[in-house]
């Protein structure tokens, strides 16, 4: 245990894509700092790593609580964040910075990647002999933390995707044709399959959806959707921005010749919107069906105000207390993962940091149908609970139709 020997100051950063949720992270691992003597100031750094190179640090000590909690109900990273991979040497620098300003704690709120530079981080204190706790907090709409049931992030996106698709279904059976709705997941299918979760009734929408967990086929999905529509006279359909072909290749590739990258050298996916138009292109061509539409949900899907899961709020403050405690009590370093017990309740424990960083996880083949076009039953009992006890997917007219006179 941990008598208070190691004193000093103690830093958060956020980084990778913002979530509804991921500032509730931020301030309970700041509230629950205050509770402890050997933390002497709680900083926070302003765009994540490259803040902690650059010394851009706010002095959360002086915030108010009041304020705390009000950021911690605003979506988005209230520290701003960033897309930098730290390599090995950048890492270094981010500790000599630490270093110089007696930062004894660190704390960084992230997937897979962040988890991978707290460890990278954690090996040049050790390296220089220098006492310091680093913890990972998880934090991803993807899902995709290997160990974790799921991260916080996820049930707040999961929330708006099923809620975007249960007024999405309404709309399309009001004035029929073919929807098409790309969701955010280059790897993994979670936050896609959560389109599912508003429908109620067995001809309601999401009819069909696509995961990256499976080799898309366009002649299979064009059958597929032939398949619905002549069933219903409309079809939608779910499909994740990653879908990719038996060798692993992205489709949007495949479906367009100029093919854009972003920094890292990733295939730009969903951001475009290129992907559904080019999927509704090959429904009119190949279906001869006049009304096709695609939206690419986009950004919205991950800080969208308003629609917050309140699980998701409650377990990401607790996995940053959780986090706080582990290092300060327990003098520990490693990545907090959360697991389910019971019928739905979450515990938390303390791995290795190499346990989790850089891996992902991927959609479990029990969630996915044998036709790999739809989940299971055993997705939906996994993740409703975590889209929020009041989520409301709406309802329909019950009522008998009137026998006719005229046009019987």
Known sequence: MNNGILKGNLLVAQGGGPTAVINQSMVGAVLEARRYAQ????????HGVEGIVNEEFMDLTRETVANLEAVANTPSSALLSTRVKPTPEFCKKMFESMKAHNIRFFFYIGGNDSSDTVRIVN????????EFRAVHIP????NDLVINDHTPGFGSAARYVASAFAGINYDNRALSGVYIGV??????GFLTGAASLGKVYEEDGPHLIYFPERPFVIENFLADVKKVYDKYGRCIVAVSEGIQDDKGEAIVTKLQENVERDAHGNVQLSGTGALGDLLVAEVKEKLEIGRVRADTLGYMQRSFLGCVSDTDQKEAREVAEKAVQYALIDNLNGSV?????????IDFRLVELHEVAAKTKHMPD?????EGNNVTEAFKKYARPLIGSDFNPGSKLKAPMVEKILNK
């Open 39 to 46: 933390v002497e100031r709680i900083y926070g750094a302003v």
């Open 123 to 130: 090996e040049e204190a050790k390296n220089q002999n220098y």
């Open 139 to 142: 934090k991803t709409v993807d």
């Open 183 to 188: 969701i955010m997941g280059r790897h993994a």
């Open 337 to 345: 993962v959360m697991e389910r017990t019971g019928d739905y309740a």
């Open 366 to 370: 029990e969630f996915i149908n044998a």
